[in-house]
């Protein structure tokens, strides 16, 4: 059982239901709880299900839960996996759980894992966001909730919802870097080898057409540009590095990456006013101009659209000192 300290690390419960997800599961341990500050661990993650018996998942393999949730003393956040959703019924013990967790208590779902907070009531008229091939099923069943379907993933404070798989990580992330900043957020985003930040407004939609043989992708122009963040570049002149035109480049760009390349190059540019906020004490005009955003007006614009804050207050709110 969970001790209750004040200096304990945040306390997350990876609840399993039946024919869970099993790469949706793994999520939440594999990115959390690696993550590491100056005093050690920063979450302690246990991954359970509601009895502490072990769970079928949808891939033909069972997994044995550390405990039941019984065993677990008041989790600041419950994460609840993706399920098979053709066999999914609600659990009234599951239901029961989330609907008497304690006020304040983060909940996050991972794909379809938005199935069993839905089933709970959680997400009557609130945003939320789930796979996008089991969206029309959603909106018929939870007619009651505003569903994103092109989304990654929906932050609506103490609920949050991710679209399939892979934008669990982007959510588990976001997460981190909200509790904790870039840079561990970045650390953890390097370990697993995953992308350190994809804006949760971003759509699921992505082609990955696979290149032809000896075909040259746009990843090393991506990395010339990540070292360029604060030089005026033009499409054209991105285009020109990558030796394509600018059709073939923005086409090629938007099938690897899911948005155009200035898109792309803004975020970045964000991501980088970000960090510098955070761990510098440049004063914001200098932030603006090293990340490429020029001035103070265009990096508060960017920020407040992006995160709805601007950088005198996502400084005081995010520096970590």
């Known amino acids: 059982m969970w001790e209750d300290s004040a200096m304990r690390p945040h306390r997350i419960a990876v609840l399993g239901v039946e024919a869970v997800v099993g790469f949706d599961l793994a999520i939440p341990p594999q990115i959390f709880a690696g993550a590491t500050g100056p005093d050690g661990p920063l979450y302690e993650v246990r991954v359970c299900s509601i009895d502490g018996g072990p769970l079928a998942t949808n891939r033909g393999f069972t997994i044995l839960p550390e405990c039941g949730t019984d065993a677990l003393l008041e989790p600041d956040t419950v994460i609840v996996p993706g399920v098979d959703t053709d066999t999914f019924t609600e659990d009234p013990k599951v239901t029961d759980y989330l609907r008497n967790l304690p006020a304040g208590t983060r909940i996050m779902s991972i794909c379809t894992g938005a199935f069993v907070l839905a089933a709970a009531g959680l997400l009557d008229g609130r945003p939320a966001t ?20 092109d989304v990654l993933f929906v932050d609506d404070g103490d609920l949050l919802t991710s679209a399939g798989v892979a934008a669990g990580i982007d959510l588990c992330l976001h997460v981190l870097r909200a509790d904790h900043g870039s840079e561990i957020a970045n650390r953890a985003a390097r370990r697993n080898v995953v992308p350190p930040w994809r804006d949760g407004g971003q759509s699921q939609f992505i082609e990955r057409a696979l290149p032809s043989p000896g075909a040259t992708g746009t990843a090393p122009t991506r990395e010339w540009l990540l070292h360029r963040l604060a030089e005026p570049l033009t499409l054209e002149a991105i285009a020109a590095h ?10 090629r760009f938007r099938e690897e990456t899911g948005t155009s390349p200035l898109d792309w190059l803004l975020g970045q540019r964000i991501e980088h006013a970000r960090h510098l906020l955070e761990h510098t004490d440049l004063p914001i005009e200098e932030v603006a101009v090293a990340s490429g955003l020029s001035t103070a007006t265009s990096l508060r614009k960017h920020l407040r659209a992006r995160l709805g804050i601007g950088p005198a207050a996502y400084r005081r709110t995010f520096r970590q000192d």
């Open 242 to 251: 990558a030796g394509m035109s600018v059709r073939t480049f923005t086409r």
């Open 130 to 149: 789930t796979h996008w091939a089991h969206a029309d099923r959603f909106r018929e069943v939870f007619p009651h909730v505003e569903l994103r379907p």
